[in-house]
């Protein structure tokens, strides 16, 4: 088991801090793969031995083999950077829009999951993926002038 949480006893999702393999691949056969939302039980951060059921977006995979998760919500999370709008879907019976919950990342075995929802759309899954993974830093700032852009200021014009 990787950094995080340890698993509940009851077994189900708890905070993950390892590796992840961020995968596609949904197919609602009765598994829970990635590319898809489904139900397991979520441990509270506050108190790991109580939680509630959950719907859960699937976005990859840890080395283990376990899913790895963020939460979902309907409630407005509108100017919470640590939640991103993904829109409604089929997961919701009242096609609500929902909140995705980026900064804690979950891990569930996939015989901890209660059931399977539905399929997140491509781009909705690939705008997550986008929010998730680490943006490059900018490039330093250039401190100073190189001797060409001197010539460059003191001629006013580019140089050949």
Known sequence: M????????RGGAH???GPVTWEYAPEMDGD????????AWVSFEEDHSVGKDRPLAIVGRADDHRLIGLMLSSRDRSGD????????????AERR????????????????????????PRATYDSVIAAMTPKPPPPPEREGW???????????????
């Open 15 to 17: 905070t993950y801090a």
């Open 32 to 39: 829970p793969d990635p590319g898809e939302v489904v139900w």
């Open 81 to 92: 950077r640590d939640w991103l709008a993904i829109g409604s879907g089929p997961w919701d």
């Open 146 to 160: 190189t001797l060409r852009d001197g010539f460059r200021r003191i001629l006013g014009r580019p140089l050949p």
């Open 2 to 9: 990787s950094e995080g949480e340890p698993e509940p006893e």
């Open 97 to 120: 829009p929902s909140w995705l919950r980026r900064d804690r990342i979950l891990a569930v075995a996939p015989d901890a999951v209660r059931r399977e929802g539905a399929i997140i």
